[in-house]
T-cell receptor, first 109, second 113 residues
Framework: EDQVTQSPEALRLQEGESSSLNCSYT??????LFWYRQDPGKGPEFLFT???AGEEKEKERLKATLTKKESFLHITAPKPEDSATYLC??????????FGTGTSLTVIP | KAGVTQTPRYLIKTRGQQVTLSCSPI?????VSWYQQTPGQGLQFLFE???????NKGNFPGRFSGRQFSNSRSEMNVSTLELGDSALYLC????????????FGSGTRLTVV
């Protein structure tokens, strides 16, 4: 069964304390893996797309990496404004999108 | 440029009624998808439309339907509302193929009482 699992469910960090979020997936074939950020009361905001194992993308304090079975979102020296829910989604070769339930990140000043 | 616009933002309906939600995609985007988001289930894919044709469908009952117009605007309809249909309904648009990622609207918060 195709599925996406994110861990941890919730993460509290001190400002400046780097960490990583995990997204593991099981799909018959991968067309792409997406990371989104969602703030309360808003729709998800697109961050990255990764297409193949070994690929990396960076944006400010965020860096996404991809292996054959999982993706990591590394957050370096986070700031309070990075607090949000981070969602991972997989687009399968069967043209289906599967979202994880997200990691709720809180960065404490 | 204007983002994805969903109307209305909030809606309260009574069990058994039907509801229609509207989505205007980013100009030029031809792919429109709909998702249901609930605290327990996360984002669940409803359906995707491309050039007025339903291209993909999730695992939801037939009470959930949608359509896309020639200007790419889309509507989704839920008939015979149930309490469990209370959720945030998100619309997302993509330029050509959803492989390039979606741009989401802010959603319609539907409450069924």
């Amino acid at each position: 069964e195709d599925q996406v699992t994110q861990s941890p469910e919730a993460l509290r960090l001190q400002e400046g304390e780097s960490s990583s979020l995990n997204c593991s997936y099981t799909v018959s074939g991968l067309r792409g893996l997406f990371w989104y950020r969602q703030d309360p009361g808003k729709g998800p905001e697109f961050l990255f797309t990764l297409y193949s194992a070994g690929e990396e993308k960076e944006k400010e304090r965020l860096k996404a990496t991809l292996t054959k079975k999982e993706s990591f979102l590394h957050i370096t020296a986070p700031k309070p404004e990075d607090s949000a829910t981070y969602l991972c989604a997989v687009h399968s070769t069967g043209n289906q999108f599967y979202f994880g339930t997200g990691t709720s990140l809180t960065v404490i000043p | 440029k204007a983002g994805v616009t969903q109307t209305p933002r909030y809606l309260i309906k009574t069990r058994g009624q039907q509801v229609t939600l509207s989505c205007s995609p980013i100009s030029g985007h031809r792919s429109v998808s709909w998702y249901q988001q609930t605290p327990g289930q996360g984002l669940q894919f409803l359906f995707e439309y491309f050039s007025e044709t339903q291209r993909n469908k999730g695992n939801f009952p037939g009470r959930f339907s949608g359509r896309q117009f020639s200007n790419s605007r889309s509507e989704m309809n839920v008939s015979t509302l149930e309490l469990g249909d209370s959720a945030l309904y998100l619309c997302a648009s993509s330029l050509l193929d959803s492989i390039y990622g979606y741009t989401f609207g802010s959603g319609t918060r539907l409450t069924v009482v």
